[in-house]
């Protein structure tokens, strides 16, 4: 479980990733029973918002979610409504691990993969650092086992391609389940899950650092997981 006060260390944190060069901002937080809103003030007024969106911290995970410059009590009615629709889902890796690292600041540089599929639902995903014990999907677990050596990277199973196929896959299985239909095969998951996806990946860096917010190609073993899955590999589009 996450407390306040890991909180507002990640609200401090984030904050001041996302502050434009020369501008005081204030981290805001407010608690509810399933996590802490996050967001952003001037530092010299408390009274006007900087419009640039609400973060929730579940309490549970951990994992910080992104919504609109929306109030305060209506992010929190969306994300109890999200919360009971959603069907608890494997995970590639712990997330809460991921945002214990965070919180010592021991991250950097990393990537993030945003993956979006045909029907708008977007999946973005974190590279996974340290010896955390990782859950791939079997569908990309087979795809990287089965990869020639030269299409093979080091710790390329912890890339945020990797995971972001993984976790849609491992959500995609679960509402079939729910469902009481068969899970993917991989040809399906080529022919209807995937088709008309797009996939970028950025590069996080500390604030300041020029490099960060860059695309980033994928490596050797990613890319042979994108053609696995039907992505040409010049601009990550299906």
Not at 55 to 84: C, N, Q
Not at 96 to 112: I, K, M, N, W, Y
Not at 132 to 138: F, I, V
Request: hydrophobic share 35%; proline share 7%; net charge positive.
């Amino acid at each position: 479980m996450f407390t306040l006060d890991d909180a507002r260390r990640l609200a401090a944190s984030w904050v001041d990733r996302g502050r434009p060069d020369g501008e005081r901002r204030r981290p805001r937080v407010h608690e509810f029973d399933l996590g802490y809103v996050i967001w952003a003030v001037p530092a010299d007024d408390d009274r006007r918002e900087v419009g640039a969106g609400r973060g929730v911290m579940d309490k549970t995970t951990g994992e910080l979610s992104l919504w609109p410059s929306l109030p305060v009590s209506r992010i929190v009615e969306m994300f109890r409504d999200e919360r009971a629709r959603e069907i608890p889902a494997p995970r590639t890796w712990d997330p809460a691990r991921q945002t214990r690292r965070d919180l010592s600041r021991t991250g950097f540089p990393e990537h993030v993969t945003h993956l979006t599929l045909a029907d708008g639902r977007a999946q973005i995903s974190r590279s996974s650092k340290g010896d955390g014990e990782l859950n791939l999907h079997p569908l990309v677990a087979a795809a990287l086992a089965g990869a020639p050596p030269r299409s093979r990277e080091r710790a390329g199973e912890r890339c945020s391609e990797v995971a972001a196929f993984s976790d849609v896959l491992h959500r995609a299985d679960t509402q079939r389940r729910a469902d009481r239909r068969p899970t993917f095969s991989a040809d399906e998951a080529r022919a209807t899950l995937f088709r008309g996806a797009e996939i970028v990946t950025y590069r996080v860096c500390e604030p300041g650092d020029e490099l960060g917010g860059r695309t980033v190609p994928p490596c050797l073993s990613c890319q042979y997981l994108l053609g696995r899955f039907g992505f040409e590999l010049a601009g990550g589009r299906r």
